[in-house]
């Protein structure tokens, strides 16, 4: 019974990512695409204006009283969202002709992670990045590897 207690505890900590504190910024892109291995009407060649959300936690602030400087939390998303703005995102090989909102969340999250400690802040705070399609559909990447409070 324990075992399963413990069990719920992580999935709940998981699906809720709690951390004491937590940073959010957003940016938009624009970019067409297709999705090959779908069958209706987003199997055409469509676009979206993308919402992006990087999201931010941790249990510490820096000297400053701040979880990550804002500034270069946006920054390291422009430069990740960068070669998507105004492209067909089919031509991309790391989406494999079906750049699905899943597929751009999980691109999106490694490229801010691996360039984050280049500006100076950990990219283990990173926990999540939101793709919404339009305002009511949103795919979100939250990598299982992520440690647990």
Known sequence: MTMLFFALERFFLRMY????????????????HFLSHYHGKCEKLH?????????????????????????????????????????NLNDMDVFRNDPS???????????????????????SLLYA??????PHSMARYFPSELPLI
């Open 47 to 87: 676009g979206h204006n993308y919402r992006v959300r990087l999201w931010a936690g941790g249990e510490e602030l820096d000297e400053g009283g701040m979880l990550a400087d804002f500034s270069l939390l946006k920054k390291a998303l422009n430069e990740a969202i960068s070669p998507l703005d105004h492209s």
């Open 17 to 32: 990512a709690i951390f004491m504190y937590q940073a959010r910024v957003e940016a938009e892109f624009s970019a067409a």
């Open 129 to 134: 990045v939101d793709v919404f399609e339009n």
């Open 101 to 123: 909102a899943e597929r751009i969340a999980r691109f999106i999250f490694d490229r801010v992670r691996e360039n984050l400690p280049d500006m100076g802040v950990s990219g």
